[in-house]
Structure formats: structure tokens, C-alpha cells
């Protein structure tokens, strides 16, 4: 049997009972179960806000958009960012009409405070922080830089659900965090996230965007009391970006098991570890100071990765790459930032499977395969 980067694992029953309920009472969009969610990831994170949606990448539009309106930012108006993550980070700059500028990693894959500095100019306007596979990285660091320099903190926390820095949540003291419950990632729905603001302003704001501007989502018209439930304005030009009740019925049950399978995650990393910490030809990514990291990669590094890609795949494994560098896409090589530590990362590094459905033998076979590798 092969071995596979990610399968999710969803508890089937109590997400059916939950889409069941749905369906019984006639609501699946935006609603009821919407706002448990809500409720239920404020609960569990300490955010004070949070909006559900229909991806992490809607959120990370949202985002700068929210920001763009407040503060009439223009076109050439600057974003820092990374250009080792996947194009969604970046493509969310351009939906806005912002321009992006990219920063160098270190060690642990994630923005590196030396190089941030080195791209800040007048037009800085906002910084995204990808928390790589749910490394922190620098994240203190970096936020500090922005707070002193008075740009927006924008946390992509895609990889983040669950990492956590102080028994806390990652990203309660970011201007904005987004996280993903896309349908591999470690809180997995079919494709949903969550936008968690600092300011209860922006979360009122942001709940109007994802609705199409519209001033009173359906939910609440159906059922406040009265007539003239029609009787609502339209402030803004927004988006269809409102996560939906289905969706939420699975983010309910799956939230509820999310540090539980987080523990099965690390688990598994340190099996990696401790069987791998011979192999001079390997190089493990830097972990930062966090007491719980999410893990929802686990990134090796090492010169030929090509050829360890096909080894693997002869044998049945199947690893992933995250990511390949942005800038090397076409549309993104003639933005500003020079990147060499990004690049390279990007030529070594393979992200190992690690997931519910790995048993203790199957990442053992992994092991076994990795540590006779040099002796094909």
C-alpha cells in the first residue's frame, strides 16, 4: 500500500449528524452553524473576533482590502511578504491592488527580521507572516518591527491551527489572522477558514465585504422580528466570500479534536527525528520557541531533492514540496526583493507525510527507506 503526504481524517459520524441537522431544518448557507463555529474557535483561540469564510484565501483578500478602504491606500502601495509559500498569500496582494514586496526566509522558512527591515520603505504599507508548516519562526520579532514602524501585522496562519506559543493561540496580538480548513489541512472541512481581526470595527466590517456589501446577511433578516425584511442597504462593494453551514457542521466536530490529532502530528515529527538524526546528507528545518506547533508539515531539506523525490515515489511513498519559490513564477519574477535563501530552500526541501491516518510502522517504512537511501 502506498503511502500517501495527506489523507484526512474526518469523524463521519457527528459530521453527518451535524449536515443532517442542517439539512432538517432547510438552512445550510450562512447561519446557525456559522455562528457556533464562531463562537466555538473564539472559545478555543482567546480571539475576540472571528468570521468564518469560505477560504483562507478569501481571508487574506479581505484582509488588505479592509485595510486598503480604511486607509485609501493606492496601487503602488507596498506589501512585504514571503515568496516561499503557496500563490494564494501573494495573489491576495494583487486581488487588492497592492504591490508586493518580497522578504528573505532563515533557517526555520519563515521571514527573517534582517531582510524585512532591508524592504521597508515609505509605501510599506502592510506585512504578510506565513507561519510555514506552523513554525512561529521570528513571528515576535517581526510584529515588534511592524509595531514600532507602524505597518499592518497580517498573519497568515493557514498551517496554524492549534500552534500554539505560551498556551495561546498564535496570532491573538496580530492586526489580523487567517486561518484555513481546507480539506488537507489540520482542522479540515471541504474548503472553509476563519478572519480573526483585532478591532471589533473591522470585524463588523469585514462580515459586510464577505456579503456582498449588503448591511443584514439572510440569516438575521429571517429571523428578526417583523416585516420589511427586505428593507436592508447595500454600503459597499463586496464579496460572496461568507462561509456556509455544511461547512461549519464539519468545522464544529472537527475543531473538537484538533490538539488531540496536533499531539498525533508531533508524534510522528519526533519519530522522524530521532530515527533520522544520523543522516549527514539531511537537514532538519528549525523549530523556534513554541511550546505546541500545529505540525502540519514536517519539511526535510537536502541537496539532491529530486532524486530522493523519485527514490521515494519508486518505493511508494509520496512526499510533497512546499513550496516552490513565487518569484521563479512569471508573474511574480519582476517584483522587488531579493530572495537566495528562499530560492534554495526551494530546490531542497520536502515535506514528509505526517497525518491521522500514519500508522507508527508505515512512518517507520519512511524512516527505513530515508536511512538506506545513500546505500541504493
Known amino acids: 500500500m502506498s503511502i500517501q503526504l495527506f489523507i484526512p481524517k474526518f469523524h463521519v459520524d457527528e459530521c453527518l449528524d451535524g449536515i443532517k441537522e442542517?439539512?432538517?431544518?432547510?438552512?445550510?448557507?450562512?447561519?446557525?452553524?456559522?455562528?457556533?463555529?464562531?463562537?466555538d474557535w473564539c472559545n478555543y483561540t482567546h480571539f475576540n473576533h472571528a468570521h468564518f469564510i469560505n477560504s483562507a484565501t478569501s481571508g487574506l483578500h479581505l484582509a488588505l482590502e479592509v485595510y486598503k478602504r480604511e486607509n485609501n491606500w493606492q496601487?503602488?502601495?507596498?506589501?512585504?511578504?514571503?515568496?516561499?509559500?503557496?500563490?494564494?498569500t501573494n495573489h491576495a496582494i494583487l486581488y487588492a491592488g497592492l504591490t508586493p514586496v518580497f522578504a528573505d526566509i532563515n533557517n526555520t522558512?519563515?521571514?527573517?527580521?534582517?531582510?524585512?527591515?532591508?524592504?521597508?520603505?515609505?509605501?510599506?504599507?502592510?506585512?504578510?507572516?506565513?507561519?510555514?508548516?506552523?513554525?512561529?519562526?521570528?513571528?515576535?520579532?517581526?510584529?515588534?518591527?511592524?509595531?514600532?514602524k507602524g505597518i499592518i501585522f497580517i498573519l497568515d496562519a493557514a498551517h496554524m491551527a492549534g500552534s500554539k506559543h505560551m498556551d495561546k493561540q498564535i496570532g491573538t496580538d496580530a492586526?489580523?489572522?487567517?486561518?484555513?480548513?481546507?480539506?488537507?489541512?489540520?482542522?479540515?472541512?471541504?474548503?472553509?477558514?476563519?478572519?480573526?481581526?483585532?478591532?471589533?470595527?473591522?470585524?463588523e466590517?469585514?462580515?459586510?465585504?464577505?456579503?456582498?456589501?449588503?448591511?443584514?446577511?439572510?440569516?438575521?433578516?429571517?429571523?428578526?422580528?417583523g416585516s420589511y425584511k427586505w428593507m436592508y442597504d447595500v454600503e459597499e462593494l463586496g464579496y460572496k466570500y461568507h462561509g456556509n453551514s455544511i461547512m461549519a457542521a464539519i468545522a464544529i466536530v472537527q475543531l473538537k479534536y484538533l490538539?488531540?490529532?496536533?499531539?498525533?502530528?508531533?508524534?510522528?515529527?519526533?519519530?522522524?527525528?530521532?530515527?533520522?538524526?544520523?543522516?549527514?546528507?539531511?537537514?532538519?528545518?528549525?523549530?523556534?520557541?513554541?511550546?505546541e506547533t500545529s505540525n502540519h508539515l514536517f519539511q526535510i531539506r537536502c541537496q539532491d531533492r529530486d532524486a530522493l523525490m523519485t527514490y521515494l515515489n519508486n518505493n511508494d511513498v509520496f512526499p510533497g514540496v512546499h513550496y516552490r519559490d513565487n518569484?521563479?513564477?512569471?508573474?511574480?519574477?519582476?517584483f522587488k526583493g531579493d530572495c537566495p535563501n528562499s530560492l534554495k530552500a526551494s530546490s531542497e526541501i520536502i515535506s514528509l507525510p505526517v497525518h491521522q491516518n500514519l500508522s507508527l510502522n508505515d512512518v517507520e517504512a519512511v524512516c527505513i527507506l530515508l536511512n538506506n537511501y545513500k546505500q541504493k
Request: glycine residues 6%.
Open 22 to 39: 442542517c439539512l432538517e431544518k432547510g438552512w445550510t448557507g450562512l447561519g446557525f452553524k456559522t455562528l457556533e463555529i464562531e463562537k
Open 75 to 88: 496601487h503602488d502601495d507596498e506589501v512585504i511578504t514571503t515568496s516561499l509559500t503557496f500563490i494564494s
Open 109 to 148: 522558512l519563515c521571514l527573517d527580521p534582517s531582510s524585512v527591515l532591508s524592504c521597508i520603505t515609505e509605501k510599506t504599507k502592510a506585512l504578510i507572516f506565513v507561519g510555514i508548516g506552523g513554525n512561529m519562526g521570528q513571528y515576535e520579532d517581526i510584529r515588534k518591527i511592524c509595531s514600532q
Open 175 to 203: 492586526d489580523v489572522s487567517v486561518f484555513s480548513f481546507q480539506a488537507v489541512k489540520n482542522l479540515p472541512t471541504a474548503d472553509a477558514g476563519m478572519i480573526c481581526f483585532k478591532s471589533k470595527e473591522h470585524d
Open 205 to 225: 466590517y469585514v462580515r459586510k465585504l464577505t456579503w456582498l456589501g449588503i448591511n443584514k446577511d439572510t440569516y438575521a433578516r429571517t429571523v428578526s422580528q
Open 259 to 291: 490538539d488531540q490529532e496536533n499531539s498525533y502530528r508531533r508524534s510522528i515529527s519526533t519519530h522522524y527525528r530521532e530515527r533520522l538524526q544520523d543522516l549527514d546528507w539531511l537537514e532538519f528545518i528549525n523549530i523556534t520557541n513554541i511550546n
Open 327 to 334: 518569484k521563479l513564477y512569471k508573474m511574480y519574477s519582476s
